[in-house]
C-alpha cells in the first residue's frame, strides 16, 4: 500500500501544479466569477479523475506529464458539477470538503454561473489538445459521459425517483449515469491516447465508478462528517434511491466487495498493462473513508 500512496501522490502533485498555473492565469470580469471559479477548483479533495486518467496513461507507458489540459478538463467537470449538486434546488448542502458550499460562499447566482464558467472552460482545456483524431476522440468521451447521456441523465433520475417507489434496475440506471461514466472516461480517454483495449478499460471503469457510487451511499450512513466533509444522512432524509434503502447496509457492503472483484477480474484480463496501480486504486474506492 506505500508504493500505491506514492504513486498516487506523484500523480495529483503533478496535477496540483499544472491546476495551480491554470488558476493562476485566470482573469475573468469581474472579479467575482473568476474568485469563485478558482476556489470551487483550489478546495482539494481525491482528484480521483485526474488520478485516474494520468495513472492508466502510465500504465501503458504513455508519457503522462504532456496531457495535463485533459486532466484539468476532467476536474473543472467534476466541481461544476458539485457546484451545482450543493445547490438549494439539488441537494442543498452547505459544506463542500470541510468548507463552504460554493452558493454559502458567493451566493446563490454566483455559484450557478461559477459552475457554467467551469464547464465551458473544461472544453477550452479540451479543445487546446485536439491535436489529433485520438485526442479529438477522447474529448469526445468527456462530452457523452457530462451531458444527457451519462451523468445529467443519472442526476435527473436520481432527483425523480426520491421519494418514488422503484428498484433495482433504476437503482442501475443511476450508478451507471451519475458516477460510473464520469469515472470510466479518464479511462477510456487515457486508453484511446495510449491505443490500448478501450472497451475492456470502459468495463472497469464503469464498474469502479459503481463501487465508488456504492461507497458512498454507505459513507452517507456510516461515515464521520468531519472526515467526509459535507452533511451525511442525506439520502434517507430526502428518501433518496440508494442500495441502503433498496438491499439494506450488510448486504450493499457486500455488493460492493463484489464489485471489487469484479473490477480485479477486468484487471487481470488485459494485455500490455501494469495494473498493480489500479489493482490499489480499486481496493482504495473501497475501503475510502471519504
Do not use: W
Amino acid at each position: 500500500m506505500t508504493d500505491f500512496v506514492q504513486q498516487y501522490n506523484l500523480y495529483e502533485t503533478q496535477f496540483e501544479k499544472a491546476l495551480i498555473k491554470r488558476c493562476a492565469e485566470m482573469n475573468y470580469k469581474p472579479d467575482i466569477l473568476t474568485e469563485s471559479m478558482r476556489y470551487s477548483l483550489l478546495l482539494g479533495g481525491k482528484r480521483i479523475r485526474p488520478v485516474l486518467f494520468l495513472s492508466t496513461l502510465d500504465s501503458y507507458g504513455y508519457e503522462f506529464r504532456k496531457e495535463t489540459d485533459f486532466a484539468i478538463a476532467l476536474e473543472c467537470v467534476h466541481t461544476y458539477s458539485l457546484i451545482h449538486d450543493d445547490l438549494p434546488a439539488m441537494d442543498n448542502d452547505d459544506l463542500r470538503r470541510g468548507k463552504a458550499s460554493s452558493h454559502k460562499a458567493f451566493g446563490e447566482a454566483n455559484a450557478i454561473l461559477a459552475g457554467d464558467a467551469l464547464l465551458s472552460y473544461a472544453f477550452d482545456c479540451l479543445l487546446a489538445s485536439c491535436t489529433d483524431l485520438r485526442h479529438i476522440k477522447a474529448a469526445k468521451e468527456l462530452s457523452r459521459a457530462a451531458g444527457a447521456e451519462g451523468m445529467i441523465a443519472g442526476q435527473s433520475a436520481d432527483l425523480f425517483y426520491a421519494g418514488k417507489e422503484a428498484g433495482e434496475e433504476e437503482l442501475s440506471f443511476i450508478y451507471r449515469n451519475k458516477t460510473g461514466k464520469l469515472l470510466a472516461a479518464p479511462i477510456v480517454m487515457a486508453g484511446i491516447l495510449a491505443d490500448a483495449e478501450v472497451e475492456k478499460l470502459r468495463e472497469f471503469g464503469e464498474a469502479l465508478g459503481c463501487l465508488f457510487q456504492l461507497t458512498d451511499d454507505l459513507l452517507d450512513v456510516k461515515g464521520d462528517a468531519g472526515v467526509m466533509g459535507k452533511t451525511l444522512g442525506k439520502d434517507a432524509k430526502e428518501d433518496k434511491l440508494t442500495c441502503v434503502k433498496i438491499f439494506g447496509l450488510e448486504q450493499s457492503e457486500k455488493l460492493a466487495e463484489e464489485y471489487a472483484e469484479k473490477c480485479l477480474e477486468i484487471l487481470d484480463g488485459l494485455q500490455d498493462n501494469n495494473t498493480a496501480f489500479l489493482k490499489g486504486l480499486t481496493e482504495f474506492v473501497l475501503k475510502r473513508t471519504n
